[in-house]
Nanobody, 116 residues
Framework: QVQLVESGGGLVQPGGSLRLSCEAS????????MSWFRQAPGKERESVAVISSSGVIRKYADSAKGRFTISRDNAKNTVYLQMSSLKPEDTAVYYCSTILYDNRYWGQGTQVTVSS
């Protein structure tokens, strides 16, 4: 059974940093690309970053470039999203996700609120 469990969200001031974690189980983590998405209130879910199975290839949404870093530790079955220089518009529920056998799986999400 595929499980994705996010953690690390919270309330942070503008300009601050957070590191999100997503622990995966139920599949061979090291064989699959992993992604982070986010969904702000009243908006569609959007892709933030994706990392290849080996971690060599990383791609970011324009909104994340230069501020967010996606990484993974295949020994720990965990993918991370380091976020810095956070802005109020980064406020959203953040989800990790992967695709296995043409099915997309989601975690439960973790809330990130950027506010003074």
């Amino acid at each position: 059974q595929v499980q994705l469990v996010e953690s690390g969200g919270g309330l942070v001031q503008p300009g601050g940093s957070l590191r999100l974690s997503c622990e995966a189980s139920g599949f061979t983590f090291s064989s699959y690309s992993m992604s982070w998405f986010r969904q702000a209130p009243g908006k569609e879910r959007e892709s933030v970053a994706v990392i290849s199975s080996s971690g060599v290839i990383r791609k970011y949404a324009d909104s994340a470039k230069g501020r967010f870093t996606i990484s993974r530790d295949n020994a720990k079955n965990t993918v991370y999203l380091q976020m810095s220089s956070l802005k109020p518009e980064d406020t959203a529920v953040y989800y990790c996700s992967t695709i296995l056998y043409d099915n997309r799986y989601w975690g439960q999400g973790t809330q990130v609120t950027v506010s003074s």
